[in-house]
Structure formats: structure tokens, C-alpha cells
């Protein structure tokens, strides 16, 4: 039986520039970087007030990655939307949709990642 999750990967094929992204606009913290034993690049980054961790991968070996629309996202909490949207938007990477306000009360907002990863932001509604 699965305990809990510990990471999710994805394979990129600038590492250093979606690490960037992770720790400048996103405000992860790299934990961890290494060799596997295949020789693939991995680096981890974990959320504030977050046990699971992200994994990236870079293996040149597998060929190029390309990315299809809407095929998956990570999605984070923000404490404020607006103030996180223009924060990201000052360093390139504006909201791609949204803010949008969900029938709880809650906001949503996404931006792209480099590579075309999607990022869904939220801001919980405040009670």
C-alpha cells in the first residue's frame, strides 16, 4: 500500500534554466543535485510548507523533450495572486490565464514555465 508521495518528475532539456525558473519565480529551494547511476542530471526543489519534492531530469540520451498542451501542471498555493502575478510578469513569465475566481471563492491563475510546462497558481479563499 502507498504511505504518501515524495516527488514528481519531469525531463527538461535546459536544466539550469528551469531550475532557475523553480527558485527565481516559483521561490523553490533546490534541495539536492546529482548523477543517477543512468546519467541523467537530477535536481529536486521543494515548496515551502511542503514535504513532496520536484524532480528534475535532464537526459539528453532520451531525445528532445516536447511538451503537449495541457497534458499536465503542477499547482502551488500563493498567498496573493495579483502581488505573485506581477512579481512573475517583472521577470518574463506573465499570467497565461486568469486571475479567474472559482465557484469557492478561490483565485486561479497560470503561467507557462519554460519548456512549456504549465503552472497553476492559486490563492485560497480567505474566511
Known sequence: MVTRLLHTRYRVDDLDRMAKFYVEVLGLKEISRHTSPRGSTLAFFKAPGSEETIELCHYPKSGPVHVQADL?????????????????????????????????????????APEGYEIELIEKKKT
Open 72 to 112: 499536465t501542471h503542477l499547482a502551488f498555493e500563493v498567498e496573493n495572486l495579483e502581488a505573485f502575478a506581477q512579481e512573475a510578469a517583472s521577470k518574463g513569465f506573465p499570467l497565461s490565464d486568469g486571475p479567474t475566481v472559482t465557484s469557492s471563492g478561490s483565485k486561479i491563475g497560470f503561467i507557462d
